[in-house]
């Protein structure tokens, strides 16, 4: 049987930014943050070149315009670079009009740095869903813009669409098809969790991690980690976050790095858009 190539994809932003802490540093104040990004996605690209995998870098267009060298670093290295927005606001909390010119933006800044195409996206905590906030509006947008796929919608609860695929899927729109990749979830009594990533990856079981990609992998589905550059930095800045906050940004950090390790070694890695290859 052929192996499945799993997707491992980082999310290519500093340490500040982080969803809904506006009163507490507001966007205006990033330029005179410390920027951990160089250093943080670094240890990463290590990682990932010790077991010569490529993986999807989502990247933050606040970024590349600030830290252009890490953005060309990350692609000369052969890793496919995509998209997460540029100024890292959730997408229910724009118009479209809005979402298209920082979407649009975040494009044109990105391929201005490594001349290549983009052809997918990552919108801030898994912000595309419907219900309260609805912002399915934004799937025929990025079909507009040629965005081919899209990893937006997490299988969760509050966060995402509870009812969504746990496997990738394809959407029609007015403007063409998208592909969407979830993140890996698991299934349990009290809905899906999020083990794929973030938090949950640092905090459940490393077998039940395992077995729930192994499951996956088994159907020939792909599983898609991923990870945060503030993740690999175990003494981050200290802001005043929310108790919520600080365990989701910061808890069990250390373990990110021996989790990535360990899959490595275990499953069969690469760049969403070399699971896809040709039908992309
Ligand atoms: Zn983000």
């Given at each position: ?45 290590e990682i990932l070149s010790k077991h010569r995998v490529f ?5 933050l267009g606040y970024v590349a315009r600030r830290l252009p060298?890490v953005i060309k670093m990350i692609a000369e290295e052969g ?202």
């Open positions: 049987m052929r192996k499945v190539l799993n997707a491992i994809t980082v999310d290519v932003e500093d340490w500040f930014h982080i969803c809904n802490i506006e009163t507490i540093l507001p966007p205006s104040e990033w330029d005179r943050c410390e920027s951990r990004v160089e250093k943080n996605v670094t240890k990463i690209l993986g999807t870098f989502f990247v060298e890793h496919e670079i995509a998209s997460h927005g540029f100024g890292h606001t959730q997408v229910y909390k724009m118009t479209p009009d809005e979402f298209n010119r920082d979407l649009t933006r975040s494009k044109r800044v990105i391929q201005e740095v490594t001349g290549g195409q983009v052809l997918g996206y990552r919108a801030p905590e898994w912000s595309i869903r419907r219900g309260r906030g609805n912002s399915l509006w934004a799937l025929p947008i990025l079909a507009a813009n040629g965005f081919r796929y899209d990893s937006s919608i997490a299988p969760l609860r509050i966060i995402g669409i509870p009812s969504a695929s746990r496997k990738p899927y394809t959407i029609q729109t007015d403007h063409g098809k998208i592909e969407e990749f979830p993140p890996l979830v698991k299934n349990t009594w009290v809905g899906n969790v999020p083990i794929g990533g973030g938090w949950g990856l640092r905090v459940f079981p490393y077998g039940m991690i395992r077995k729930a990609m192994g499951e996956l992998n088994c159907q020939g589905i792909p599983a898609v980690i991923f990870l945060h550059p503030s993740e690999f930095d175990p003494d981050p800045p200290k802001i005043p976050l929310p108790v919520s906050k600080r365990f989701v940004c910061h808890g069990k950090i250390k373990s990110t790095e021996e989790r990535l390790e360990r899959l490595m070694v275990d499953f069969p890695f690469g760049a969403i858009r070399e699971i896809y290859g040709d039908s992309l």
